[in-house]
């Protein structure tokens, strides 16, 4: 029997804590918004996609901005209902998230040792990023779970299995496939495992996302679309810095001065240039080239260097005594994003306002990112964005033209468009001819969650 003292019982009952640690701030705030899918408005991408599948919908999800893994891990939480869950979706996506903290961990071990796999654990479980995307159903969190077992099995020598993984973790989001480059590193002179690995890579993306394959062109064209979009730019990064200062400002925003002592963990790694060293190193230079074309600068497109980020940041005692001080910044961060995600969430007053008062007769025009109003006759409108034409539909007139009674906007969009308004003048401008017309509902901004207000529009 194993004295409680062995360093056994002592790493074990550190790694509980930790992942504990991790379940409180990810399970705190996972309901908000519910039952409607206002924490992130992909779920509505991915979600019903997953219950289509366990409800007769076929396995062909229709649909290739994303690969189809997470919409199999997802269907099991889907079935008996009668309609999409967001709250049992996102019970999976917790479960996910912790075992990014768990994998962190495993890689932080097989890579320095005790220590690093501390702060690799540590790191991950608090990042706000990785806490705030685990506790909703969408792809970021399971890319970074695949990147992170990838890495782990590569320093430990399995290359085979390190293979499957990078399918794996590509078939969660097509970024994925950069972990090719640690592949070829670490099956450097190893041919045949090397060849045997990028063979399991293409046969686990293939049965996990086989529908990409079958519509490549479709799947193709859908993908050319996001690419474009995102090295394009995105509303509300019109004035962010150059692409390496703005991710770098996502990085510290997400670990805080964790990243600082990963830079010295890096240039511990470059001086020895072991295997483990190349393995991390190698991945983290091919991500971070992948995002210099990118002008969408996203807070979730950094989470895959967090692990490695926080494993490097434990390469020595010295530099991990400083992480886990360091990590008090983002715990504390983490802490104050998950209370801000407590109370009820107001606009679900304003759905049930409109359910009560507006006749499903009637035409409603909405801004993204404010209300699904599924079963209604709704006309979208389009998201500004750099690049993109102007909806010809945001206008008072044309939306009358047209039979639309009632106007849904939300701060998420209005705001960030007059902060540009030099950018988007048409927009703003009508933005700013609503000013005169009284909201037949308005939701006040509270904490992270944007206002909304419901117009009459009637001519």
Not at 271 to 296: E, H, N
Request: proline residues 7%; charged residues 15%; positive net charge.
């Amino acid at each position: 029997m194993r004295s409680l003292r062995s360093p056994a019982v002592v790493e074990a009952a550190a790694a509980a804590t930790v992942v504990a640690l991790a379940a409180a701030l990810r399970i705190v705030g996972s309901g908000a918004g519910l039952p409607l899918p206002l924490l992130n408005p992909d779920e509505t991408n991915i979600v019903p996609r997953a219950w289509d599948l366990v409800h007769g919908g076929g396995l062909d999800p229709g649909w290739y901005d994303y690969p189809s893994l997470l919409f199999l891990l997802l269907s099991p939480s889907q079935l008996g209902l009668d309609a999409p869950s967001y709250g049992t979706a996102r019970v999976v996506a917790i479960l996910i998230g912790l075992a990014g903290v768990g994998a962190a961990w495993w890689l932080g071990r097989v890579a320095y040792g005790p220590t690093a796999a501390l702060t690799g654990a540590v790191g991950v479980a608090v990042a706000t990023t990785h806490v705030a995307y685990s506790r909703m159903a969408v792809t970021d969190v399971l890319l970074t779970l695949g990147v992170t077992v990838t890495l782990a099995l590569l320093v430990i020598g399995r290359i085979e299995w390190a293979g499957a993984a990078v399918g794996l973790a590509a078939s969660a989001k097509y970024p994925g496939v950069l972990l090719v480059v640690p592949l070829l590193v670490a099956g450097w002179g190893r041919w045949r495992r090397t060849a045997i690995g990028l063979g399991l890579a293409a046969l686990a993306f293939a049965l996990t996302s086989p529908f990409v394959l079958v519509h490549a062109g479709a799947a193709w064209g859908d993908v050319s679309r996001v690419n474009r979009l995102a090295h394009d730019g995105w509303l509300g990064f019109e004035d962010d810095p150059v692409t390496p200062v703005a991710f770098s400002l996502r990085l510290w925003e997400t670990v805080g001065p964790l990243v600082l002592v990963a830079l010295a963990g890096v240039v511990v790694a470059l001086r020895s240039r072991a295997r483990r060293d190349l393995v991390l190193l190698s991945f983290a230079a091919a991500y971070c080239l992948s995002l210099l074309p990118i002008q969408a600068h996203f807070d979730r497109y950094v989470l895959p260097l967090v692990p490695v980020a926080c494993v490097l940041a434990g390469a020595t005692r010295a530099l991990a005594a400083a992480a886990l001080v360091a990590a008090l910044v983002p715990l504390w961060w983490s802490i104050d994003d998950a209370a801000a995600l407590g109370g009820h969430d107001d606009r679900l007053a304003a759905a049930a306002w409109i359910e009560r008062a507006v006749p499903r007769t009637e035409t409603i025009a909405a801004d993204p990112s404010t209300l699904p109003l599924q079963g209604r006759k709704v006309i979208r409108l389009e998201l500004p964005g750099p690049g993109r034409a102007f909806d010809a539909r945001r206008s008072l007139g044309a939306l009358r033209a047209r039979g639309v009674r009632w106007l849904v906007v939300g701060g998420s969009v209005t705001d960030r468009v007059l902060e540009a308004a030099d950018t988007y003048p048409r927009e703003a401008a009508f933005y700013r001819s609503l000013a005169p017309l009284r909201p037949a509902f308005a939701v006040e901004a509270n904490g992270r969650r944007p206002w909304l207000r419901v117009y009459r529009v009637y001519p």
